[in-house]
């Protein structure tokens, strides 16, 4: 079964403006990672957080991790129109030492020129 | 180098035939999962590979889906007697080992789609 939940589903701005996304989860966690998916295909990898860290950056993206209330955020800074796609939180859980990953249900970010 | 490779692309078939999807890793990737996206939803885990066995094949939906790799490489899924409630987007990814610390990375998935 889904363990993660993103809000919202669905997210409308203007280029150049944030845009930020969250995710909760159920379970223990020993990393919570997002991806990017354009146009209903592959994959792309786009930040891992460890369970002990509580914020992470990679250029416009930053990621935050609330073990404690079991939940991230992902934002994104001054958006840009290929920004535009699919965005998905994934979590390893922690009763399971291997990579495998429970996905949450997907924000679907539009960003306008 | 190479990412991870699918084929087909896309699959049409009619209820009740078999299809194989195939997976073709990163070279050197000694794990290896398939996931499973219907329509607007997220992923969900079907099974993974660590070498040739598969030690978690707690995500497949019954008993008419099955796995296996050979070769510590290719894999290929496959449906029996499938159903339209099968149709969705079959996706593979591969890590360099299996545990939690290493990235996925996804090929582009198979469209199957049961008439």
């Known amino acids: 079964s889904q363990q993660g939940e993103e809000d919202p589903q669905a997210l409308s701005i203007q280029e150049g403006e944030n845009a930020t996304m969250n995710c909760s989860y159920k379970?223990?966690?020993?990393?919570l990672q997002w991806y990017r998916q354009n146009s209903g295909r592959g994959l792309v990898h786009l930040i891992l957080?460890?369970?002990?860290?509580r914020e992470k950056h990679s250029g416009r993206l930053r990621v935050t991790l609330d073990t404690s209330k079991k939940s991230s955020s992902l934002l994104i800074t001054a958006s840009r129109a290929a920004d535009t796609a699919s965005y998905f939180c994934?979590?390893?859980?922690?009763?399971?030492?291997?990579?495998?990953?429970?996905f949450g249900q997907g924000t679907t970010l539009q960003v306008k020129p | 180098g190479a990412g991870v490779s699918q084929s087909p692309s896309n699959k049409v078939t009619e209820k009740g035939k078999d299809v194989e999807l195939r997976c073709d890793p990163i070279?050197?990737?000694?794990?290896l999962y398939w996931y499973r996206q219907r329509l607007g939803q997220g992923l969900e885990f079907l099974i993974y590979?660590?070498?040739?066995?598969?030690?978690?094949k707690s995500g497949l939906p019954s008993d008419r889906f099955s796995a296996e790799r050979t070769g510590e490489s290719v894999s290929t899924l496959t449906i029996q007697r499938t159903q339209q409630e099968d149709s969705a987007v079959y996706l593979c990814?591969?890590?360099?080992?299996?545990?939690?610390?290493?990235?996925?990375?996804f090929g582009p998935g198979t469209r199957l789609l049961v008439l």
């Open positions: 590979f660590q070498g040739n066995s598969a030690p978690d």
């Open positions: 994934a979590t390893a859980a922690r009763t399971s030492n291997t990579g495998k990953l429970i």
């Open positions: 379970t223990s966690i020993n990393n």
């Open positions: 957080i460890r369970s002990n860290e």
């Open positions: 990814a591969s890590s360099l080992t299996s545990t939690y610390l290493e990235t996925q990375y």
């Open positions: 070279s050197g990737h000694t794990a």
